[in-house]
């Protein structure tokens, strides 16, 4: 799918390098002998079917526009085979797990650097708009992009965020600004700012706060009877702030850097309970980090990348309530980690290439609890990686070696992990006159226990093993243009069996305190389909179809003898899926979307009760661009859930009914 | 339900039938006699996973179990994470801890007669009711106990314990409260080793008396008091059943469960991670302890006596993996006096508690 219609500057801004594929990079690596190429323009390979040897799923600028996705949640919903736990709401947690792996096996790679959070393992995505979003791509298991970190292969499936990349002219001076207002209360106001120098110097400023009140309200079912409530105690206030650098270190190389704060303080509406709208819970996310990328192509046959980054998270929660000691509880967590990875590229011959990448990070973290141990983790990885590649046939090998090791400042320290984790794939076009390919590919990765479960008071356990899991894919990509009035159809279905073993669940000592055991057993068997056509309609009258359709069965396979074997996993659904049409002409751009998902449970016994609907959630966005005075303005109107359908992602989170936004943006 | 509540009035009607049929003679104090027709059980179910709790009810004639029996007399679910019962006169009192309320039933029908919420700044979020001298008592996990007047049904005092009071008992003129301290465990539960002593008559806390690391559940039998300290689930400190003699507590025996018939004490003791579950009884006349030959129990969450047949009635979590599951229905089993399996019955999510349909009729 679409490496989108944006242009590609490889010695861009900062970012931009993580949303360029590496079968493009290295494609205009050997093409040029190592020049760097001004700027790429890739057209050519929308109409292409999907290269990738393992499942990728990329939404792109245009692609974002053309699912008419209006913030990141909306957006993560159209790629197959991800289970979105979406917490409702501005405000709340979004968690990304794929294929029925739990959401600590999803690495977040955010320009080029995978996000870590050694605390409790999962990365919450409700912290970035789409406004500064260029490309968002999901990769499950490991394709043929081999020029990555070693951290980016540690997990079973990544989630890249790319910046978006800023066109303007080069040596002026570049603004965007937008205002955004919406349904409960929301106000959006957000600015980039740059310039671009011809010696390749780039630098960029970023702001964004977020006001949301999140009041929205919802229908509570209660045995016969339903009644209209509201969220309360949901108000949030979010900002974000970046600088971004990019400096050419030569003629081949250049140093990308970005400083990023984000400081987000709101209140938790928590779960509905029944009969009981009290709650005071706050939560306030702070993030600071700085980071540094430096890409050289050393020579035609070798490419280096060093990165290196410090990362400063802050989670301040609080509750009042007259049970606390105190009436009131206070957890503040502290976690900073060191990040260092270098990636080396080898090109020996046209048809070969081969990476070696070595990662090193510390991190600890610190808190307020009495009982802290202070634990600290070292995490070097190493992984080697082989591709041969013609223009039919893509193979790849990699071997990761991963060492964790874990340190406390009191008492005991969880297990050190040492282990080798092979994957391998391939895709293959059985007719050179045929856009069409077939892909199979393999891999094998665990996770380690999160610090919450290793050392969290009388709930952690230090003998926990890692989870444990394997995947096995084979799919089809096929990409055609039948006749000019349809001028593209892209085709992807892959089919999967996914297993994990060990995973870490928390068992009762009794009704106070829990621990936590290597315990569960699972396997997910399921398909993922993606369709996406272009339609021309008349000279600039344009539809964009895109569909993805995803079915997964998945079985809890820890006790034969108990009421949860073989039925299906919590929260998992059997069918889920989404489509849009955009239609694109010169006077109001419409896009017209739906996602249905279908029903599921909160238990994996499936007891009755805990059943949760199916929904069907249909949106419209309608965009207007205008050119005045040579500045461009960007009006946007969306609807979100026009039909009001009252539904539920997490077990008692309702989710917003009939929403609105209008964003104006401007350009300079 | 309707059913339910049919062969309720149907088991009800012998004895009125008794209570009215002696009308010879001259008319002296009529003896009173407690009669039961079935059981309750409390099943907290689980919030996290969107299990409500409910109310499962076994009906002594028919031998079944109905589940959900709050919600299919009300239409709606009893709320979150009640924790136990009492029946009380007509009338059955629920503590909904995170609901924060206790809902009026009328034991029969189990229809709602008031739902009281807690607001107010003198105790919020009942743990724990029981019913003495026309007032129900609610601990309140914020601190307080509360007292409800039976017939207005609403708050007529409240007293400050804690902190995050559990079970209570009353023996004699007093009101016993464990203060569990069970939100400060990251501090060892520093300030939950007693148990309050409240005078009913004034309704003031006499004193806090110590009793051991994190007292939570209560048993008496008007006279003698015992008090379950579980402990810091530490090897050092187990979970112990203790007596409370004046103001001095003796400890008698490991245990994590206890309910107390007449001169009998029975207690489980099946800490976390023990190979096998202890079941004894301690005669209060003569101090033996001796082993009941209970089996067929997974992972005990509650036991009680039934008061009229002395039968023992023991609830469990299922089994899933060898952990218990706080998200799978439970069971409770029927045992006689000498621990013999009477019959399985399936609960609800969570049985934590058991209490009996009684009533108190002349003979």
Redesign the interface.
């Known amino acids: 799918m679409a490496l989108a219609a944006f242009c590609v500057c490889l010695h861009g801004h900062a970012g931009a390098s993580a949303a360029v594929p590496d079968s493009l990079r290295t494609k205009t690596d050997t093409v040029v002998s190592g020049r760097m190429l001004p700027e790429v323009t890739v057209e050519a390979s929308s109409r292409k079917a999907d290269r990738s040897t393992a499942p990728k799923f990329e939404l792109g600028a245009s692609s974002l526009k053309a699912i008419g996705a209006t913030d990141i949640s909306s957006a993560l919903k159209r790629l197959p085979g991800i289970n979105l736990k979406d917490y409702g709401g501005a405000g709340g947690m979004k968690t990304v797990a794929v294929r029925s792996f739990g959401a600590a096996h999803t690495g977040v790679v955010y320009d080029g650097v995978t996000l870590s959070n050694n605390r409790s393992g999962e990365v919450d995505l409700s912290r970035y708009s789409l406004d500064n979003v260029g490309s968002l791509s999901l990769i499950i298991g490991d394709n043929d992009d081999i020029f990555r970190p070693a951290r980016s292969i540690a997990s079973a499936s990544s989630l890249v965020i790319s910046s978006a990349p800023t066109v303007a002219d080069v040596d002026s001076l570049w603004l965007t600004a937008q205002m955004r207002a919406g349904s409960f209360s929301m106000l959006n106001p957000f600015m980039k700012v740059g310039t671009s120098r011809s010696s390749g110097l780039s630098v960029n400023f970023i702001g964004e706060f977020t006001h949301a009140l999140n009041d929205y309200p919802f229908t509570l079912r209660n045995g016969i009877y339903s009644s209209r409530e509201r969220r309360k105690n949901s108000l949030m206030n979010s900002g974000h702030g970046e600088i971004n650098l990019t400096l050419p270190t030569g003629s081949a190389s250049s140093l990308t850097s970005k400083i990023y704060y984000y400081d987000n303080g709101r209140q938790l509406p928590g779960p509905v309970i029944y009969y009981n709208p009290q709650c005071n819970e706050r939560l306030r996310e702070r993030n600071a980090f700085a980071q540094t990328l430096w890409r050289a192509t050393l020579s035609d046959k070798v490419s280096l990348r060093i990165t290196g980054k410090f990362n400063w998270e802050a989670s301040l929660y609080d509750d009042v309530n007259g049970r606390y000691p105190g009436g009131r509880l206070d957890q503040d967590y502290f976690q900073r980690e060191v990040y260092a990875s270098g990636v080396a590229l080898w090109l020996p011959a046209p048809n070969l290439a081969f990476s070696y990448a070595a990662d090193f990070a510390y991190g600890n973290l610190s808190s307020n609890l009495p009982q802290e141990v202070g634990p600290s983790r070292y995490t070097i990885l190493q992984a080697l990686t082989g591709r041969y590649r013609t223009g039919r046939l893509t193979a790849t090998a990699s071997l990761l070696g991963s060492i964790y090791l874990n340190r406390v400042q009191k008492g005991s320290e969880a297990r050190d992990n040492n282990r080798l984790s092979p994957s391998a794939s391939i895709s293959f076009q059985p007719i050179a006159a045929y856009d069409w390919r077939l892909r199979a590919s393999y891999k094998s990765i665990f996770r380690v226990p999160t610090f919450n479960e290793s050392y969290f008071f009388h709930y952690g356990s230090t003998d926990l093993l890692p989870e444990t899991t394997q995947q096995f894919n084979i799919g089809t990509t096929l990409g055609f243009s039948p006749a000019r009035w349809l001028p593209r159809v892209a085709l992807t279905a892959d089919a999967y069996l996914n297993e994990i073993d060990d995973m870490i669940v928390g068992v009762p000592y009794n009704m106070f305190v829990w621990t936590m055991v290597n315990l569960d057993k699972v396997r997910a068997m399921g398909v993922d389909v993606t369709l996406s056509a272009d339609v021309r309609l008349a000279a600039s009258h344009k539809l964009e179809w895109n569909l993805n359709y995803s079915y997964q069965r998945s079985k809890p396979l820890t006790d034969k003898n108990s009421a949860e074997y073989g039925k299906q996993v919590a929260y998992i659904p059997l069918n889920s899926g989404g489509g849009s049409v955009a239609y694109t002409n010169p006077w109001v751009d419409l896009v017209v979307k739906a996602i249905g998902v279908g029903p599921r449970f909160a238990t994996n016994s499936n007891i009755p009760d805990t059943r949760i609907a199916g929904y069907v959630e249909v949106g419209i966005s309608l965009r207007r661009s205008l050119s005045i005075r040579g500045h461009l303005w960007e009006a946007t109107f969306d609807i979100d859930n026009i039909f009001d359908k009252q539904y539920q992602v997490i077990a008692r989170y309702p989710m917003p009914g009939r929403s609105w936004r209008l964003s104006l943006k401007f350009q300079l | 339900m309707k059913k339910i509540v049919f062969k309720l009035i149907l088991a009800a009607l012998p004895l009125s039938f008794v209570a009215c049929s002696d009308d010879d003679g001259p008319r002296p104090e009529p003896e009173m006699v407690t009669v039961s027709n079935g059981v309750f059980v409390v099943n907290?179910g689980?919030?996290?996973?969107?299990?409500?709790g409910s109310l499962t009810f076994i009906d002594y004639v028919t031998g079944q179990a109905s589940q959900d029996a709050f919600?299919t007399a009300?239409?709606?679910?009893l709320?979150?994470t009640p924790q136990n019962a009492v029946v009380y006169g007509s009338k059955m009192y629920i503590a909904?801890y995170?609901?924060?309320?206790i809902e009026v039933v009328d034991r029969v029908s189990l229809k709602s007669l008031k739902?009281i919420?807690f607001?107010s700044?003198t105790g919020?979020?009942p743990r724990f009711v029981l019913a003495h001298g026309g007032k129900v008592y609610a601990s309140m996990?914020?601190?307080y106990v509360q007292r409800i007047d039976t017939i207005s049904l609403s708050v007529d005092g409240a007293v400050k314990v804690g902190?995050?009071p559990e079970e209570m008992c009353v023996a004699g003129d007093y009101l016993y409260v464990a203060n569990s301290?069970?939100?400060?465990?990251?501090?060892g539960y520093a300030?939950g080793c007693t148990v309050s002593k409240v005078a009913l008559g004034s309704f003031t806390e006499e004193k806090k008396i110590n009793v051991g690391v994190n007292p939570t559940k209560m048993a008496s039998n008007g006279s003698e008091v015992f008090v379950l300290t579980?402990g810091d689930?530490s090897e050092e400190n187990p979970a112990t059943v203790r007596q409370i003699i004046g103001d001095q507590v003796k400890a008698i025996a490991p245990a994590?469960l206890m309910a107390i018939h007449e001169k009998q004490l029975y207690f489980i003791n099946a800490p976390?991670g023990a190979p096998q579950i202890d079941y004894k009884v301690l005669d209060l006349t003569s101090q033996s302890i001796t082993s009941l030959p209970v089996s067929g129990v997974d992972s005990p969450a509650g036991i009680a006596v039934e008061p009229v047949s002395g039968e023992i009635f023991i609830s469990s979590?299922?089994?899933?993996?060898?952990?218990?599951?706080?998200?799978?229905?439970g069971y409770i089993n029927q045992y006689k006096a000498d621990g013999s399996l009477v019959k399985r019955y399936s609960t609800g999510?969570?049985p934590?508690y058991i209490n009996f349909n009684i009533a108190e009729v002349a003979k």
Not at chain 2, 74 to 77: K, M, P, S, T
Not at chain 2, 98 to 101: A, I, K, V
Not at chain 2, 181 to 187: R, S
């Open positions: 907290s689980n919030l996290r996973s969107n299990i409500p919600k009300n239409g709606r679910v709320g979150d909904v995170q609901s924060n309320l739902t919420s607001e700044t919020s979020q996990y914020d601190g902190p995050n301290d069970g939100m400060n465990y990251q501090n300030d579980m689930y994590t976390y979590y299922e089994m899933v993996g060898g952990y218990a599951s706080y998200k799978t229905p999510v969570a934590c």
